[in-house]
């Protein structure tokens, strides 16, 4: 039935829990056991099924978050969510963008369970207080102190990011044709002096198991890429931001990039094959 509240609402409630898990995978696990919940549910019971929905997936998330952070412990080197390659309107859509980005959703990872799902239903979709204290089980009071609290915690530590797509892009076009072509001058033309990379090889893929920082490092491995067998670099909007798809040596790195004052401020290499599987299909956020 395509008038059912779930399939009219199943975007957003794939948005949302991708927002709290930053795993695709287990947000598509998190909507399949929201949808048997709904089938189950009396509809005569619900009088906003958005909401409603909203709820469940809330909580089902909550319960993912909480059973997967020793899995997130015991990851080898840095973690990094899962890219998607998203439609432009995700792009037009800045304040979208700007959550679903890698960016943002790395800073996201460092708040506890509760403080993520105040920040991505209150600062993302907007949802009113008492909505979201139903969601998460605490009073409204409870909820307005958690989403200050997370607010401050996410303004410390996020990127700032040029909202300008236009800049963005040139920024980006300068900086494949640089890597493609193995000049190292454009490349420290167009990394801030301070840019920051960090690479997700989960133990699978080669990937440095620390940060990168500093324009001149990372320019000198960058420019190697060009001698590697089958290398290629095209352009891929990831997560709603200008990024790339590079391959090399039979594998692939979704590339998550930021940008800030014309120049690259940080970048984010996926190399892990598992969490690649989204890069062939592009996926529909929405809030």
Do not use: C
Not at 90 to 113: F, G, Q, R
Not at 265 to 279: D, E, Q, S, W
């Amino acid at each position: 039935m395509t008038d059912d509240p779930f399939v009219t609402h199943r975007s957003l409630l794939f948005t949302v829990a991708y927002e709290m898990l930053g795993s695709a995978a287990d947000a598509e696990d998190v909507v399949q056991e929201a949808w048997l919940r709904w089938d189950a549910a009396d509809r005569a019971e619900v009088r906003d099924a958005r909401s409603y929905l909203v709820r469940i997936v809330t909580r089902l998330s909550l319960n993912q978050l909480r059973a997967s952070a020793r899995r997130r412990e015991e990851y080898v080197g840095e973690w990094l969510p899962e890219p998607l390659l998203t439609s432009p309107d995700v792009a037009d859509d800045v304040e979208l963008a700007e959550s679903v980005s890698i960016a943002m959703l790395t800073v996201l990872e460092t708040l506890a369970p509760a403080e993520r799902a105040v920040f991505v239903l209150r600062e993302v979709f907007d949802t009113p207080y008492g909505e979201i204290a139903a969601a998460v089980e605490k009073t409204p009071e409870s909820v307005r102190q958690i989403a200050h609290r997370a607010r401050r915690h996410v303004a410390a530590r996020r990127p700032r990011m040029d909202v300008d797509p236009v800049e963005q892009s040139a920024v980006v076009d300068k900086f494949l044709a640089a890597v493609t072509t193995g000049d190292l001058q454009a490349l420290l033309d167009v990394l801030a002096p301070d840019v920051v990379a960090v690479a997700d090889g989960g133990g699978v893929a080669p990937a440095s198991r620390k940060p990168i920082v500093g324009a001149d490092r990372l320019a000198s491995l960058l420019v190697r890429y060009v001698n590697v067998r089958g290398f290629a670099v095209t352009t891929a909007p990831i997560n709603g931001m200008p990024g790339a798809r590079l391959s090399a040596d039979g594998r692939t790195v979704a590339v998550s990039i930021v940008v800030e004052g014309g120049r690259i401020t940080h970048l984010y290499g996926i190399a892990n094959p598992h969490k690649l599987g989204r890069m062939d299909e592009t996926v529909d956020l929405q809030r």
